[in-house]
């Protein structure tokens, strides 16, 4: 167990709805990230947050939007959802910003029907 | 941008070595790590390697090379519980993501442990 708290575990969905997905982070760390880990891409990141901040983007979709708040959970919002964001979605958190070893919590998997 | 390559499967023994390798490249590198993952759970860290050698951490060590753009894990005494994809994941230099730290994933290697 990494700490690092994530729910719900298992979202079922429609196609052109929106869902919100919920981490916390390990206690103490600042930072939080979001990735998406489907069967034909791999993990691939997201978007991280320091402090409520955000600082650093990867490919994220312009239809999903994140933020950090201030008692440091991060939630990622996806909308107008397409079939291909089925997908495991991970958040991951560190202490600080730049330079630490990244804790993945267990993941929501998320199915667009 | 980065471009990670692994194998994407492997088969070894019970009680053996198996070594997996990591070629990447990328346009500006600060560090390279190492994740355990079994199918639909989280990500597990196993280790870090930011200069060249050897890091050693138990039954797993892992290598770096910077000017090659190479790395490899080895894992000893093989247990069927390390059947798992293990994911190699490079941190770009902070400079180009503005102080993040962004890592760029493989695509795994699928390691099978038999009997």
């Known amino acids: 167990d990494s700490g690092v708290t994530q729910t719900p575990k298992h979202l079922i969905t429609a196609t052109g709805q929106r869902v919100t997905l919920r981490c916390s982070p390990r206690?103490?760390?600042?930072?939080v990230y979001w990735y998406q880990q489907s069967l034909d891409q791999g993990l691939q990141f997201l978007i991280q947050y320091y402090n409520g901040e955000e600082r650093a983007k990867g490919n994220i979709l312009e239809r999903f939007s994140a933020q950090q708040f201030p008692d440091l959970h991060s939630e990622l919002n996806l909308s107008s959802l397409e079939l291909g964001d089925s997908a495991l979605y991970f958040c991951?958190?560190?202490?600080?910003?730049?330079?630490?070893?990244?804790?993945f919590g267990p993941g929501t998997r998320l199915l667009v029907l | 941008g980065q471009n990670i390559d692994q194998p994407t499967e492997m088969t070894a023994t019970e009680g053996a070595i198996v070594q997996i390798n990591c070629t990447y490249q990328t346009s500006g590198f600060n560090g390279l790590f190492w994740y355990q993952q079994h199918a639909g759970e989280a990500p597990t860290f196993l280790s870090y390697?930011?200069?060249?050698g050897l890091e050693e951490k138990g039954r797993f060590s892992s290598f770096l090379s910077r000017s090659k753009g190479y790395s490899y894990l080895l894992l000893k005494e093989l247990q069927m519980k390390d059947s798992a994809s293990y994911l190699c994941?490079?941190?770009?230099?902070?400079?180009?993501?503005?102080?993040?730290?962004?890592?760029?994933f493989g695509t795994g290697t699928q390691l099978k442990v038999e009997l």
């Open positions: 991951a958190s560190s202490v600080a910003s730049a330079q630490e070893t990244q804790y």
């Open positions: 206690s103490g760390d600042l930072s």
């Open positions: 390697n930011v200069l060249d």
């Open positions: 994941a490079v941190r770009e230099n902070v400079v180009l993501t503005g102080g993040g730290n962004k890592l760029t």
